[in-house]
């Protein structure tokens, strides 16, 4: 999309496409420990390896770019940079920022999406086309930004692992995963994980999904701009889309690929200060029953699985690593879902996909919409399938209560 802008892309191409969709691992060869950032902007230790130096910082740089009207942002946007909703501490990690979305239910109690779809931008271009929520309307969520680091270790969790995980899990509390189109690979269905509600399976997806939503700037993938309150604003658009054009080895848009790049070359977020006392909370952690949504540990596919229905190929240095998420990135109903309905269906309206805890420390507005500020309120907040694991913290010692939230602010 940026005409002028000269940089070097990172391109994965597949040399061989395997028949099997999954590889085994060298003989005898064990997983690794993926590489971790400590979550401090003044340290660069960022880059997990899967980029050369030169490279990760083309890419770094694409992601802080500031769009502008010549980039084609707009004409409804949220931000003019993907850094400026993931950014604390490092880029590519969460924010205070959060999107806005409303509908409303039909006589069957069914959600409906406010005119042009759920998502409200809070900005445009020009006032006229502001978009607005009515009294039609009545349902509204917000829903925070996320980080970003280590989500090139989650794309390449086997999906299934993360249904196998979840069948293990006890009845009542058992998550839910859904497939959702990879846009990349012709929108055959993958399992979700990322976003609040799954609705994406693919970093690509998700970047494609996000420049438009949330800058306003069109891609292959998504060639179409967004209305305003269902309302075209084509006499707005001075840019020509898609906006993010092809390029040699981008064939979905240039930026498009520096942004999933960018997020697949982040490390993990790693572990703060280790106490006694955060010892005693891990303990608890797992005794009360939060580890049963809140999954530690995940290992990522073999390098040479191809994922994404195809359209990637698990590279040496995102393959075959333990991962420590504290999520099963599957969908819960714990008492605190908007009652939005995406990609999943009527039955997900009130879910939420299990927060992943690992740079929580980084945060201090918790849940999706950001309602709490302290672990102990977001723990309150959890019911529903997070029944026993609640009623288990509420009668800890308060010793114990400390110890447990000493213990999730070390992730």
Known sequence: MKHLKVMVLLVFVAAVVSPWMFTRSVEGQGPTEAPTTDMDARTDDLNNGLSTPADFVANKTTFEEVEDLGDGLGPLYNATSCVSCHQSPDTGAGSQIN??????????????????GSLINDRAIASVIQERVSTADPIHAFRMSLSTLGDGFVECIDSNALIANVNAQPAGQRGTLISVPVNEASNVARTGRFGWKDQHASLISFSADAYL??????????????????????????????????????PNGVDVLAFATFMRATRAPGRGAITAQVNTGDSLFTQIGCAVCHTRTFTTAPAGTVI?????????????????????????????????????????????????????????????????????????????????????????????KQALIAFVLSL
């Open 99 to 116: 999107e806005f979305r409303a509908g409303h239910l039909d006589g069957a109690g069914n959600f409906v999406d406010a005119p042009g």
């Open 213 to 250: 939503n949330e800058m306003g700037i069109t891609s292959p993938l998504q060639p179409t701009e967004n209305t305003s309150n269902g309302n075209s604003v084509a006499a707005f658009d001075g840019v020509a889309d898609p906006e993010d054009h092809v390029g040699p080895g981008a």
């Open 308 to 400: 994404n229905n195809g359209a990637f190929t698990v590279p040496a240095a995102l393959g075959n690593k333990n991962i420590h998420p504290f999520s099963d990135f599957a969908l819960h109903d714990v008492g605190t879902g908007d009652g939005i309905v995406q990609n999943g269906g009527q039955a997900t309206a009130n879910k939420l996909r299990t927060a992943p805890l690992w740079g929580i420390r980084a945060r201090i507005r918790l849940l999706h919409d950001g309602s709490a500020f302290t672990v102990n309120d977001a723990i309150l907040a959890h019911f529903g399938q997070a029944n026993p694991s609640v009623n288990n913290y509420i009668n800890l010692s308060t010793a114990n």
